[in-house]
């Protein structure tokens, strides 16, 4: 393994820890998810679903009857509540920011995982209904109806309202229902009370697992703000985070490596998969990660 480390330190293309599949809001089954895989070269695939490892469960099958050395890492990805102007731990009325945990090498069968899971989705669902109530008193009934055909009896997800927006012609382009209306502090918006970071990070580590802070640039902070998150995070526990996420340009990862460093984080890399983007379905990073960081399969 340190020989394999080293080398994976250097080209990162070989891991992909962050990809969804239709088990949650991915357009590729987990068993297409698997061979594209395959096909792409990718060595370490984390199948990183919402608040679920069924997908992860149904890949594990169909992985075992291929002739392959690809290792599927068994992973989750989990809304958390952060809470900006107070204690990590403090009580709060659920208002605190959302903020995605990647749960990296977790034992699938752990009860401190199926606990969190079960949390998570049940905060999800709480948060459904009152987005449908929203959806509703606005006409657009429509929407809902056709989300809920487009996630095929998985988690229902933003992604998917999102995306039944856009072919309803409510919005003209995707980022313009998170930036009209379901974004933060939007019209048709609602407040989560997902596990706190503590509680998310607690159950991943009891679980064996590594909890890894997924694409830090995309919550929009001040520099100040985002080193705080970092610093909460790594107190509750956290062990990493996402240095490149999709494909990030040099600056980006230059700034997280610089947070990393500077909280004592390890370094995970993943193209955070949903669908294929122009046709093409980008699977693995095509970036280098610094050599002066931890890749986070080392702590593994």
């Not at 340190?2 to 590729?28: C, M, R, V, W």
């Not at 089954?29 to 695939?45: F, R, S, W």
């Not at 999800?124 to 987005?131: I, K, M, P, S, V």
């Not at 929009?220 to 985002?226: A, I, S, Y």
Request: proline letters at 4%.
């Amino acid at each position: 393994m340190p020989q394999q480390a080293e080398i994976f330190s250097k080209n990162t293309q070989g891991y992909d820890l962050h990809t969804h599949s239709t088990a949650s809001d991915g357009s590729l089954t987990p068993q297409e998810l698997i061979d594209t895989a395959i096909d792409y070269g990718i060595t370490h695939l984390a199948l990183s679903d919402h608040d679920t490892l069924k997908g992860f469960e149904i890949a594990s099958e169909h992985l075992a009857k291929q002739s392959s050395d690809l290792q599927l890492v068994p992973s989750v990805e989990f809304s958390s509540r952060w809470n900006a102007l107070s204690n990590i731990d403090s009580e709060d009325d659920g208002r605190g920011m959302t903020v995605h945990i990647v749960a990296l090498n977790i034992d699938p069968k752990s009860t401190s995982i199926q606990k969190l899971i079960g949390a998570t989705q049940s905060a999800r669902n709480e948060r459904n209904e009152r987005l449908k109530i929203k959806f509703i008193k606005k006409g657009w009934q429509d929407v809902i109806n056709l989300a809920e055909e487009l996630s095929s009896g998985a988690t229902l997800t933003r992604t998917h309202i999102a995306n039944a927006m856009l072919t309803l012609d409510k919005v003209s382009k995707y980022g313009q229902a998170f930036s009209r209306y379901l974004g933060s502090g939007k019209p048709l918006s609602v407040h989560t009370k997902w596990p706190s970071i503590s509680e998310t990070v607690d159950g991943i580590n009891k679980s064996g697992g590594t909890a890894v802070l997924a694409h830090p640039l995309h919550y929009q902070l001040t520099r100040k703000k985002l080193l705080q998150l970092c610093s909460d995070f790594k107190k509750a526990g956290g062990q990493a985070i996402e240095v490149i996420t999709g494909n990030p340009d040099k600056k980006a990862i230059e700034n997280l490596t610089g947070i990393a460093l500077r909280q004592n984080l390890a370094a995970s890399v993943g193209s955070d998969f949903h669908a294929p983007r122009n046709g093409k379905i980008h699977l693995g990073v095509p970036q280098v990660l610094p050599l002066a960081l931890t890749p986070v399969w080392e702590i593994w």
